[in-house]
Nanobody, 122 residues
Framework: QVQLVESGGGLVQAGGSLRLSCAASGFTFSNYAMGWFRQAPGKERQFVAFINWSGDTTDYADSVKGRFTISRDGAKRTVYLQMNSLKPEDTAVYYC???????????????WGQGTQVTVSS
């Protein structure tokens, strides 16, 4: 049974930091690129970051470049999103996904987690 379980969300003041985790099970983690997306109320799901299967290629949305860092640990079957210098506009539900290709396109992601809420207060 495939599972992606996000954790680490919460309420933080602007300028603060959070680290999201996404634990994977039920599929061959090392074969998949992993991505983080977010969805704010009334808005479409948007790309945040991806990391390829080996961890040597990453990319970020312009809005988070220099503030967020994606990483993965194959032994733990977990992908992380370190979020620094958080802004109120980062408030959203954050989802991790697994895809055969490293892409910004959400439709390419085969598996999704249930999401974790991040709220940044001003």
């Amino acid at each position: 049974q495939v599972q992606l379980v996000e954790s680490g969300g919460g309420l933080v003041q602007a300028g603060g930091s959070l680290r999201l985790s996404c634990a994977a099970s039920g599929f061959t983690f090392s074969n998949y690129a992993m991505g983080w997306f977010r969805q704010a109320p009334g808005k479409e799901r948007q790309f945040v970051a991806f990391i390829n299967w080996s961890g040597d290629t990453t990319d970020y949305a312009d809005s988070v470049k220099g503030r967020f860092t994606i990483s993965r640990d194959g032994a733990k079957r977990t992908v992380y999103l370190q979020m620094n210098s958080l802004k109120p506009e980062d408030t959203a539900v954050y989802y991790c996904g697994a895809s055969f290709i490293a892409t910004m396109t959400s439709a390419a992601y085969r598996y999704w987690g249930q999401g974790t809420q991040v709220t940044v207060s001003s």
